[in-house]
């Protein structure tokens, strides 16, 4: 590609010297026609893996039926695709977006109107965690934990506090007569891929019940079964307020979620929010063939199977090189925590044919497909180790 073509686009983003022009299952091929395995997954969007035949098939019969509609009107799909996520949650109810982002908006704005239109009390602060990643416009980066999404961005939207995470009395310290929810990512994936204790998510569900405060899952890395789980809240024994989604909800067809609780209702009552494009047939198409797969695959235990498989071997082939310092996650949500920045390690092993990303500075992140075989792990692995070799 003419490198020149690229100054037309506001350079928001440092790209990689590769041109991705195909992809099928766990592979992709550039311009050259040279394969990659990959391990990135569009940043855990294609949980299915590249082109899935089923949701390439709905989305197709879907383009000769009709493409757009406005929420005016009834949405066919909107209903079966809320209906299957509730069924398969302990959700009630969902409204449709197109981002992780604008989910994320969705659920401040529905726990404010809860807490001030349906209660009747004047609460609008959101706790929050250090180093969480929630999007990138002004609401939900003032929600993220971490300043480099916020430089040059000021002012910030009011009502935000940050606590740290996994310290249940650092959130207690932050809860005020004003607190109306705590937004939490269960695994902070773009911080650097840590974990949320058991108890701690635990004593954070009880602390919303005992403050009134909605507890609100940020699912959109997590959720379509990237942990093993559908959703990554099942695995702490919760009952959320809302979660919202993105990124596999639609298996690279862009589609958001918050899915809420019935007493939310009300606070999401007609004319109160709308989104043009939200759960319109195309993106919904794609959401009810990818959750279909997604069950009738099993896919959420061949995700808890092959973590625990990439996990360990990991473990046992990667943690001897000196430049690894530790490896963890859940399901196929792994990092590689390394002793330097990421950077240039990414950029080798993109060269040797592998795809993966950085999660803050020093993680390597890997998460690839959730149809990914034992012998694709062990091909990354290899080559992950090939790398890591030289430093
Ligand atoms: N929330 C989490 C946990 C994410 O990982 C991301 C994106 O990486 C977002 C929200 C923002 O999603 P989007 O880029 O679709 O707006």
């Known amino acids: 590609m003419d490198v020149e073509d690229g100054e037309s686009l506001f350079p928001t983003y440092s790209k990689y010297p590769v041109t991705l022009l195909k992809g099928k299952g766990s592979l992709v091929w550039d ?12 940043i855990a969007v294609c949980n299915l893996g590249h082109v899935p035949i089923k949701v390439k098939q709905r989305i197709q019969e879907q383009l000769e039926q009709l493409w757009h509609v406005s929420n005016l ?14 069924n398969n949650s302990c959700m009630d109810q969902v ?65 935000f506090t940050y606590a740290p995470y996994n310290d249940i009395e650092g ?6 007569k004003r607190t109306a929810a705590i937004l939490v990512e269960l695994v902070q994936a773009e911080g650097g891929v840590y974990t949320a204790d058991l108890q701690f998510v635990k004593e954070l569900s009880a602390l919303c019940h005992e403050h009134d405060l909605l507890l609100m899952i940020d699912e959109v890395q997590t959720g379509m079964g990237r942990t093993g789980k559908l959703f990554a809240y099942e695995h702490y024994g919760i009952d959320p307020d809302i979660v919202t989604l993105a990124k596999g909800l639609g298996s690279g067809f862009p589609i958001g979620a918050m899915m809420g609780k ?13 989104s043009t494009f939200g759960g319109a047939p195309l993106a919904t198409a794609a959401g009810i063939a990818t959750l279909e797969t997604i069950l009738e695959d099993g896919l ?11 996990l360990q071997k990991m473990l046992d082939q990667l943690l001897n090189y ?9 399901g196929l949500l792994l990092g590689i925590e390394c002793r330097s920045p990421v950077a240039p390690i990414i950029n080798e092993l993109i060269q040797h044919g592998l795809l993966v990303l950085a999660a803050g500075t020093n993680v390597i992140r890997f998460i690839p497909n959730l149809y990914i075989t034992e012998e694709e792990i062990d091909r ?12």
Not at 36 to 41: F, I
Not at 74 to 86: D, G, T, V, Y
Not at 171 to 176: F, G
Not at 300 to 310: N, P, Q, T
């Open 171 to 176: 959130v207690k310290n932050k809860i005020t």
């Open 31 to 42: 311009d050259q026609g040279k394969e990659y395995l990959d391990c990135m997954s569009g």
């Open 95 to 159: 409204f449709f977006c197109n981002s992780g982002a604008e989910a994320n908006e969705a659920a401040i704005k529905c726990a404010r109107r809860y807490q001030q239109r349906v209660l009747g009390n004047l609460r609008y602060e959101i706790i929050t965690f250090e180093k969480s990643f929630h999007g990138r416009t002004i609401a939900t980066l003032t929600a993220t934990g971490q300043d480099k999404v916020k430089d040059g961005f000021f002012p910030y939207s009011a009502g």
């Open 380 to 391: 990354a692995v290899e080559i992950l180790a090939s790398v890591f070799e030289r430093y």
């Open 73 to 86: 009107f009834h949405i066919p799909h909107q209903q079966k695709l809320a209906k299957m996520l509730a």
């Open 300 to 310: 959420c235990s061949r995700a808890e199977k092959m973590g625990d498989y990439a």
């Open 322 to 330: 000196d430049i690894v310092q530790a490896v963890r996650g859940i």
């Open 262 to 274: 019935m007493k939310l209702r009300e606070a999401f009552s007609a004319g109160t929010h709308a």
